[in-house]
């Protein structure tokens, strides 16, 4: 028991662990605590006997990129390779896209296991069949497919446990459900091996989560760029062989990642051209034809000489209007025969001006000729005639003329109008034209800056090269890595010795029976007789401390004669009253015992059996069960000398119960039974009562109240904590005084019992014989 000051100051008692209570909890729960131990051990070893052993292949490798490109001055296109090259890699090792191409590499579409009575193994390379799907229907996949072999060329099919039995033949297509597939023998094949196999076709989803679940990368330096690719699986060569293909496939499958941006880039800039090129070349057509139509390319010169043309025909038609005017005029003239017109300048053609000459000079003949002769003379009429032809062939030139003149003046008024219409036009051709060849400029230098790009992300494409090594390749191995069977075994010792800790915690907080002198003396109030061990000795007869004089129990009990000394020593006789909470907590044999070792000292003892209810023959010498005894002596039958039975021990005397009466309590309560002890008192140094339990009936008390010591009897491991305070109560209301507590039966410790000295040794194996001081 601790102290420690309170808030107030004052000391309070703080419970702590009871080391003896806790070496008995421990003592009397040892089978437990070595099933326990077994219990634990034993699920470790099954854990390891029945657990699949996992392996791990593993592999280490250097992560480096060579930038040859840099040389040639092509950095911007580098940066983004630099950056996080480990934690890229590692993720990009972990993509389902590099998990579908190392499953295109592996074949384990198709899983094979033979299935044991409690494991299940996997065959892989190791099958004496193989299957080929040709057609797998999609509720096929994933699902444990059972294989029976019958004979050397026959086998059955079995969907799960309860799916119908198809039969095929070795080498030939067979239809399962509405899956398709063959199934081929192996040159290990053994006809009727006892085995049970059965095929898992695998979905590509499954595989992949498999691979996912399974794969570890885990990085080794940041700063020397290595990582450690790992892989568990509960077959060794399988985690072997998928560690070697990733790492034989990474290398090339990094480079194609690596250059993919610059690929994309490269496709895109080539797209980009061939649209660019199409529409320059659409534009180049346009130039072309817009040259070929206008004759030039420069719309301002040819805006000027589209005016100067205008001018030109403009000029033209004033002229050719001039002359028509001047020819209509002849014509008029040679209309009213006047012929001074050629004394007018005239643009008329050089024949028709010689015609006009002849008729100007033929007709001044005629006239000359009508001076002379008369008019019907045939030199006058032959001139008049010569005159009239010419004249009238002169007009028919000029009126020939005349249409031709006005077809050119027509054709002029045609030419200036298309000039005219052409002149509307050309501004808007020209901003068209201007416009096109901004557009074609610009495409040209967007032509440009693509090519010149493009060849960058290809001199960059080709001048990055993945440098990876494998710096330790893929390991077979042979040593599983679960279950560690130290561990495991570690694991079921140390659980056993925590559950058994938290076993005898529990059982030490659940146990309310008395297992040391401490709780007794810190459960109550009261002196502390003496304490009793248990015995290894069985009960032979009466008196145990005459059959085995020198045992433990014996010392005991003379020690507690001895301890009788310090209880009212001016006393000359002593009324002792022996009692306890309940039967079978010893008081008896207390009784016996006690009385026997008083009168071996040579004093005069009596022992009064009080327990008129229940009757111990067993307990007690032979005459326990004659007629006479206390009840009849509290009835004044008899006299207490004719109940009297001597024991085997001298000056050792026994009073019985005598019959079991109806009122026990009642012939406590006359005066008879003071008179009785009064009597004792005088002719023995001892009176010792064996009363019934006061916790069951109130004689014991009554007894208790006339004694001159009362001795409260607990048994360890069997009396409860709340006797203690039972006996408290039953103390502090009938103000009791002269009352110590003996505890009984007490498991024998080497280190407080023993030492060689006594014939009781503590045993090193429990022995199940029945211990002397329990009844």
């Known amino acids: 028991m601790l102290q420690k000051p309170n808030e107030t100051g004052t000391l309070t008692e703080v419970q702590s662990i009871d080391t ?145 039995t198809t039969t095929g033949v070795f080498g030939q297509p067979v239809q399962l459900y509405q899956t398709s597939l063959t199934v081929f023998k192996k040159p290990n094949f053994i006809e009727n091996d006892g085995n049970n196999y059965f095929f898992v076709l695998n979905s590509r989803k499954s595989l992949i989560n498999y691979l996912s679940k399974n794969i570890q990368v885990d990085p080794l330096s940041f700063n020397a760029n290595t990582i450690r690719v790992s892989f568990r699986d509960h077959n060794a060569r399988k985690a072997f062989d998928i560690v070697n293909k990733i790492d034989s496939l990474y290398i090339n499958y990094s480079n194609q990642q690596k250059n993919l941006a610059n690929k994309q880039k490269i496709d ?267 015995s290894n000795h069985t009960v032979e007869s009466l008196f145990h401390v005459i059959d085995n004089p020198k045992s433990i129990v014996s010392e005991a009990i003379r020690t507690l004669r001895t301890n009788l000394e310090f209880f009212n020593t001016s006393e000359k006789s002593k009324v002792i009253t022996i009692t306890s909470t309940i039967s079978g907590e010893g008081k008896s044999f207390l009784a016996m015992n006690l009385g026997g070792v008083l009168a071996l000292s040579r004093k005069r003892v009596v022992l009064v059996d009080l327990d008129m209810r229940k009757p111990k023959s067993e307990k007690y010498p032979t005459g326990n069960d004659s007629p006479v005894g206390m009840s009849t002596v509290l009835i004044k039958k008899n006299k207490w000398q004719e109940c009297v039975v001597k024991t085997s021990l001298e000056n050792f005397d026994f009073i019985p119960s005598g019959p079991h009466p109806p009122n026990p309590s009642e012939l406590l309560l006359n005066g008879e039974f003071s008179d009785f002890l009064e009597e004792l008192r005088a002719n023995y140094d001892y009176v010792v009562i064996d009363t019934p339990p006061v916790g069951l009936v109130t004689d014991g008390v009554m007894a208790m109240k006339r004694s001159d010591l009362s001795i409260y009897v607990f048994r360890a491991n069997y009396s409860h904590k709340d006797f203690l305070q039972n006996l408290a109560r039953v103390v502090t209301l009938n103000k009791l005084t002269h009352v110590a507590s003996v505890l009984n039966a007490i498991p024998l410790n080497g280190k407080y019992y023993g030492y060689g000295y006594y014939e009781d040794k503590t045993p090193r194996k429990r022995r199940w014989t029945k211990m002397v001081g329990l009844k």
């Open 20 to 164: 003896e209570k806790l070496v008995a909890v421990f003592r009397k729960n040892l089978i437990w605590v070595i099933l326990i131990l077994i219990a634990t051990n034993l699920t470790a070893y099954l854990t390891i006997r029945y657990t699949k052993d996992l392996f791990e292949s593993e592999s280490e490798m250097k992560l480096d990129i060579k930038r040859d490109a840099t040389e040639l001055g092509i950095k911007t296109y580098m940066e983004d390779q630099n950056m996080n090259l480990v934690s890229g890699e590692i993720e990009q090792i972990k993509s389902k896209l590099f998990f579908n191409k190392v499953l295109d590499s592996l074949d384990i579409a198709v899983s094979y296991y033979s299935l044991g009575k409690v494991l299940t193994d996997e065959m892989y390379k190791r099958s004496s069949f193989e299957v080929k799907p040709t057609f797998i229907h999609a509720d096929q996949y994933d699902k444990p497919i059972f294989i029976e072999f019958k004979g050397s060329n026959e086998f059955s099919l079995r969907l799960d446990d309860s799916g119908p």
């Open 268 to 534: 895109w800039l080539n797209n980009e051209l061939v649209q660019v090129e199409k529409k320059m070349e659409g534009y180049e057509d346009y130039f072309e034809n817009f040259t070929l139509q206008n004759k030039s390319n420069d719309l301002t010169v040819d805006l000027k000489k589209t005016i100067a043309a205008i001018n030109v025909i403009d000029s033209q038609r004033y002229s050719l209007n001039k002359r028509l005017a001047d020819l209509n005029n002849h014509m008029d003239l040679l209309t009213t025969d006047d012929f001074s017109i050629g004394n007018r300048t005239s643009a008329l053609p050089a024949t028709i001006n010689q015609h006009l000459e002849e008729l100007i000079k033929k007709a001044r003949e005629r006239d000359k000729l009508a001076l002379a002769y008369n008019e019907n003379t045939f030199a006058f009429r032959q001139k008049e005639k010569e005159v009239s032809m010419l004249k009238d062939e002169l007009f028919n030139q000029l009126s020939n003329l005349k249409k031709e003149w006005l077809a050119d003046l027509v054709e002029l008024g045609k030419r200036k109008e298309k000039l005219e219409r052409a002149f509307a036009e050309m501004p808007d051709k020209n901003t068209q034209f201007s416009k096109n060849q901004r557009y074609y400029k610009l495409y040209e230098e967007f032509y440009l800056t693509m090519m010149q790009s493009k060849a960058e992300f290809e001199i960059a494409q080709a001048g990055s090269t993945p440098d990876f090594k494998i710096l330790s390749p893929a390991t077979l191995p042979t040593t599983p890595i679960s279950p560690s069977k130290i561990m495991v075994l570690g694991i079921g010792f140390v659980a056993g010795i925590i559950l058994n800790i938290f076993f005898i915690g529990l059982m030490y907080v659940l146990n309310n029976k008395i297992t040391s002198v401490k709780e007794v003396e810190r459960g109550i109030n009261l002196p502390m007789l003496g304490a009793i061990p248990a």
